[in-house]
């Protein structure tokens, strides 16, 4: 049936398959299903960012009813609002100046 020149073909070559085809199998690898990520832990990551999301948000606005209830003040509701934003705007120039830097040296 097989040719004992021929070297095998795992899974098996349909018996119609030329044997000048069978190069292009090569092109048709893939991976075990191993290597592929668990469906269950791409869902189970998508609803923590979901959950750590929503926190961000309730922290957020809670700091500033928070803020405005002691001080009945708009100036320090805006303070505190800006507060928590400067870490990020003294943080990102130098983040992105890094990160240019080593994708540049690749």
Known sequence: MSD???PEIRPRRLP???IEVAPLRARQFR???S????????STL????????????MQIIE???FAHQLSQSELILGIVGFSSAV???IITPWAGAAVDSIRGAN
């Open 4 to 6: 004992p020149q021929e």
């Open 16 to 18: 119609n398959l030329p």
């Open 31 to 33: 991976p075990p299903k």
């Open 35 to 42: 290597l592929h990520a668990p469906a269950i832990a791409i």
């Open 46 to 57: 998508h609803a923590g960012q979901l959950l750590s999301g929503m926190g961000t948000w």
């Open 63 to 65: 700091q500033g009813w």
């Open 87 to 89: 870490p990020a705007l």
